[in-house]
């Protein structure tokens, strides 16, 4: 079965860290690109990071460009977002997503970890 | 920062077709994809690619493009349809993905 398991999340303070992983499964994961996505609570989505298959091309939104670093392992078909500088605007449940070869649409989403900025 | 705008929410009776709109200056040039989510859940993708469907995707569900707009449309809208809608593409260079607001379609 083609599945993304999120894990990681929890209550951090502001200004503080945070590591998030996705492990995959059930597909050759370093053929894909991936992303994070998040929604903040009772908010719609918002795309976060970018990488593509090699960990060669990165990419990120505005909004956390500077604090946030995404990366791979591809022999342990996991991906990665080191959270820094956090904020309480980043309080969201944050998804990894697939980038289908073929569709380029986010095709396989996991099931979420949440992510609490707060004092 | 490049922006999709969709309508907030829309209202139909089952049986009836839903339209769910998607503007932004950059959709001439990048393709739309959709999506379902529905509460306590991941979003599916329910049309790529401005107007194909996934495998296991209900026909009732397409997709159309026209200029800076796209639409998904519901026919025949059904009582499991109701959900949150989000279109999302990419800004003209390709590097930044945005997702719309999203639009709550409630059945009536």
């Known amino acids: 079965e083609v599945q993304l398991v999120e894990s990681g999340g929890g209550l951090v303070q502001p200004g503080g860290s945070l590591r998030l992983s996705c492990a995959a499964s059930g597909f050759t994961f370093s053929s894909y690109e991936m992303n994070w996505v998040r929604q903040a609570p009772g908010k719609g989505l918002e795309w976060v990071s970018y990488i593509s298959s090699s960990g060669s091309t990165i990419y990120y939104a505005d909004s956390v460009k500077g604090r946030f670093t995404i990366s791979r392992d591809n022999a342990k078909n996991s991906l990665y977002l080191q959270m820094n500088s956090l904020r309480a605007e980043d309080t969201a449940v944050y998804y990894c997503?697939?980038?289908?070869?073929?569709?380029?649409?986010?095709?396989?989403w996991g099931q979420g970890t949440m992510v609490t900025v707060s004092s | 920062s490049y922006e999709l705008t969709q309508p907030p929410s829309v209202s139909v009776s089952p049986g009836q077709t839903a339209r769910i709109t998607c503007s932004g200056d950059a959709l001439p040039k990048q393709y739309a994809y959709w999506y379902q989510q529905k509460p306590g859940q991941a979003p599916v993708l329910v049309i790529y690619?401005?107007?194909e469907r996934p495998s296991g995707i209900p026909e009732r569900f397409s997709g159309s493009s026209s200029g800076t707009t796209v639409t998904l449309t519901i026919s025949g809208v059904q009582a499991e349809d109701e959900a949150d809608y989000y279109c999302q593409s990419a800004d003209s260079s390709g590097t930044s993905r945005v997702f719309g607001g999203g639009t709550k379609l409630t059945v009536l």
């Open positions: 997503a697939r980038d289908d070869r073929i569709t380029d649409a986010f095709d396989i």
């Open positions: 690619k401005d107007s």
